[in-house]
């Protein structure tokens, strides 16, 4: 089970922390993620960190401005925003997942994906 929480409204430019509380045993096994899905679009890959080696994946749109990080022994998984912009506004899931893969391509796929949470609003004024 994984519940997100720390989603709110912020102007832009400033910053804004997602977290994930996740459940279950086998959980520092699991590669992270964070996906996003914005009002009339699909679903899209935000971040990952890898299960296997603890890699970070993150896509273009969010480099250099989100970190995702993960504390394994408090079974929490966040996503740090910085700089943000009104295209950031949506609503932010977090997704667990038993694969490993090394490239984006793999995580952007949302049936590589087996848990979801419910998601938590993120907006973003300008």
């Known amino acids: 089970q994984l519940v997100e929480s720390g989603g709110g409204l912020v102007q832009a430019g400033g910053s804004l922390t997602l977290s994930c509380a996740a459940s279950?045993?086998?959980?520092?096994?699991?590669?992270t993620g964070w996906f996003r899905q914005a009002p009339g679009k699909e679903r899209e890959f935000v971040a990952a960190?890898?299960?296997?080696?603890?890699?970070?994946y993150y896509a273009d749109s969010v480099k250099g401005r989100f970190t995702a990080s993960r504390e394994n022994a408090k079974i929490m998984v966040y996503l740090q925003m910085n700089s943000l912009k009104p295209e950031d506004t949506a609503v932010y899931y977090c997704a667990a997942s038993g694969k490993y893969y090394s490239s984006n391509v793999y995580y952007a796929q949302l049936s590589n994906w087996h848990y979801w949470g419910q998601g938590t609003q993120v907006t973003i004024s300008s």
């Open positions: 960190i890898s299960g296997s080696d603890g890699s970070t």
């Open positions: 279950g045993r086998t959980f520092s096994v699991y590669t």
